[in-house]
C-alpha cells in the first residue's frame, strides 16, 4: 500500500525558508517520479516540482530558482527545500508519486501546511 507522509510545514515570514520531506512506503521509491503540488484557497493544484528515478528535475515558472527539489533512494525521503519564500507561496503541498509509464502522479500523501506571511 503506497504511503506518502509530509512534514515540515508551518509558519514563516516572507523571504524566509522552509523545508518540507515526504517519507514514502509500500512501492518501489527509486522508479517513480516524484513531485510536490500545491493548492492554495481558490486556486487550482499545480505541479511546483518533480524529480525523476534519475534524478533530472522540473519546476513551475514561478519558483524556479527560489525551490530545490531532492530524493534520497536509500530513506525513501524526497525533500522540497524552499527559499526567499513569497507570501503567494502560502498553500497546502503534497507529496505525489508516479509510477514508471504513468502519464499522470497518482499517489498523493495528507498535505502539509505551508504559510507566508507579508
Known amino acids: 500500500q503506497v504511503q506518502l ?15 518540507v520531506s515526504c517519507a514514502a512506503s509500500g512501492f518501489g521509491f527509486s ?4 513531485g510536490w503540488y500545491r493548492q492554495a484557497p ?9 524529480i525523476t528515478p534519475a534524478y533530472n528535475t522540473r519546476y ?4 524556479k530558482g527560489r525551490f530545490t527539489i531532492s530524493r534520497d533512494n536509500a530513506k525513501k525521503l524526497v525533500y522540497l527545500q524552499m527559499n526567499s519564500l513569497k507570501p503567494e507561496d502560502t498553500a497546502v503541498y503534497y507529496c505525489t508519486a508516479k509510477r514508471p509509464g504513468d502519464l499522470e502522479f497518482n499517489s498523493w500523501g495528507q498535505g502539509t501546511q505551508v504559510t507566508v506571511s507579508s
Do not use: I, Y
Request: hydrophobic fraction near 40%; charge should be neutral; aromatic fraction near 0%.
Open 42 to 50: 481558490g486556486k487550482q493544484r499545480e505541479l511546483v516540482a518533480s
Open 60 to 63: 513551475v515558472d514561478s519558483v
Open 5 to 19: 507522509v509530509e512534514s515540515g510545514g508551518g509558519l514563516v515570514q516572507a523571504g524566509g525558508s522552509l523545508r
Open 31 to 34: 522508479v517513480n517520479t516524484m
